[in-house]
């Protein structure tokens, strides 16, 4: 079974040395709980992608569902599209977002109208689409002579790739393998490849991550229903009549539980 785009950790997190006996029923569980924490906080995904949602406006505008936004890609606001101030994704006329927290887990951001917005006569609905998800922007880094950069991944594990330019501007193109000028690769875990004759150049590397002690959450949950496999059902036992241990069994885990609620989306559904 191969890994899964949403799966909040991988497969080396879990074990050092492939086993192909093992490896499979072990990817099953990664994607079980992963599967179980991202409905237990009520997010489709923790990466960057893409959302819709209709609304009514409120006093101070709309909160969005996810966060930490990364960009308002569209917005129709009683009926009128507001238009971007810049061609393609980006500032909307007449809208703006409050910050993001820099460090996970952040929390949802309001999306905000000015004075002169159609918001018409009493409550308005507004359809937004916008990108949000734990995203590393722009991350600076220079091509070494080898061509290989690491990310730095300083709140949790590259996860998926955002794309690459250059410091002056200008993005370059991924490609599989052996990249050449203007190009580069990528080898699933955070390492970049550039061409040899880009050595020196400045980059900026954008790159989804998932936070670490999001991560951590699902790799404890993941060894606990391990050993739970070895005494399905069994809530105690008693040794030899002098000593008893007992097994706590929970839906969700004691050391679990308090990381899920900050993760955790409690806007109601649009």
């Keep these: 079974m191969a890994p899964n785009p949403f799966d909040l950790v991988r497969l080396s997190d879990l074990r050092a040395t492939p086993d192909p006996d093992t490896d499979p029923a072990l990817q099953r ?19 960057p992608r893409s959302y819709t949602e209709t609304r009514e406006v409120g006093r101070s505008g709309v909160l969005l569902a996810q966060w930490p936004v990364i960009r308002i890609d569209a917005v129709d606001l009683a009926g009128t599209a507001m238009r971007p101030l810049v061609s393609g994704p980006g ?13 996970p887990p952040g929390r949802p951001q309001m999306l905000r109208f000015s004075a002169g917005a159609p918001l018409g006569l009493g409550f308005a609905r507004v ?15 220079v091509v070494p002579q080898g061509g290989s950069v690491a990310t730095l991944e300083p709140y949790g594990a590259w996860a998926s790739d955002g794309g ?14 052996a990249p050449a000028a203007g190009q580069y690769a990528i080898d699933g875990v955070g390492g970049y490849t550039f061409a040899a004759v ?16 999001l991560a951590n959450a699902a790799r404890e949950w993941i060894l606990e229903r391990q050993a739970y496999a070895e005494r399905v059902g069994l809530q105690s036992k008693s040794l030899g009549g002098q000593e008893t ?24 559904p649009c």
């Design 164 to 177: 690459v330019t250059y410091a002056e501007g200008g993005a370059l193109t991924r490609v599989t393998s």
């Design 91 to 103: 500032p909307i006329a007449g809208a703006t977002v409050d910050p993001a927290d820099e460090a």
């Design 127 to 141: 359809t937004v689409t916008y990108t949000a998800g734990y995203q590393v922007t722009a991350e600076a880094a």
């Design 198 to 213: 880009d050595a020196g150049r400045q980059v900026a590397l954008t790159y989804g991550y998932v936070p670490a002690d």
């Design 29 to 47: 569980q990664i994607k079980a709980v992963s599967r179980t924490i991202l409905t237990a906080i009520n997010r489709p995904s923790i990466l």
């Design 245 to 268: 241990v007992s097994y706590r069994i929970a839906a969700v885990p004691d050391f679990v539980a308090p990381v899920l609620q900050q993760y955790a989306s409690v806007v109601p």
